[in-house]
């Protein structure tokens, strides 16, 4: 087994924030945490210069990615979608394509669905895929662990935030180690 897809560096990421929508989000019992850890993963990216994909489906009924996340986006350009595998979109396979980069942080709302459907699309284009487990939520926690172990199951890397920030840190001591460190105080 080959343990390259188990490695995260700021030159081979990308960011996949799937549907943290407004409507969709209200119904989430777990909101804040996914929320909060999904703000952190921005910071790093901002840091580290990794490129940041947002999807919304169906925006005209679920309404816009929340606030506190586009509050903190460099930018706001979200993916419309109507199919809940993101890479039955054109528009964001060729974005992912356009990054060439080979692994893609995956976070976002329904774990069992449009993450899960979109975790399957990636891994079948060759990508790895980081499933950030305190950053995607189900409405229920069955339908949750039943979309991590099934990701699992098909081969996505099941990882949390502080792991994604701290394999991107490599080193303490740095400027962005200090930024980084105080969010997850």
Request: charged share 25%; hydrophobic share 40%.
């Amino acid at each position: 087994m080959s343990l390259e897809k188990f490695f995260l560096s700021a030159q081979n990421s990308v960011l996949v924030i799937v549907d943290i929508q407004e409507k969709l989000a209200r119904v989430m019992e777990k909101r804040q945490s996914v929320i909060k850890n999904v703000q952190n993963l921005i910071e790093m990216c901002k840091l580290f210069e990794i490129p940041i994909i947002i999807t919304e489906q169906y925006p005209k009924g679920l309404g816009q990615t929340v606030e506190e996340i586009r509050n903190v986006l460099p930018e706001y350009k979200p993916i419309e979608k109507l199919s809940f595998n993101c890479c039955e979109e054109r528009l964001f396979l060729e974005t992912v394509k356009g990054y060439n980069r080979k692994s893609v942080i995956l976070t976002g709302m329904e774990t069992h669905i449009c993450v899960l459907q979109t975790a399957l699309g990636l891994l079948r284009e060759g990508y790895h895929v980081h499933v950030v487990s305190d950053g995607v939520c189900s409405r229920s926690w069955e339908n949750h662990q039943t979309g991590i172990e099934f990701m699992r199951s098909a081969g996505a890397v099941i990882t949390c935030t502080e792991t994604v920030l701290f394999q991107h840190l490599k080193v303490a001591g740095t400027q962005e180690f200090k930024v980084l460190s105080k969010l997850i105080k």
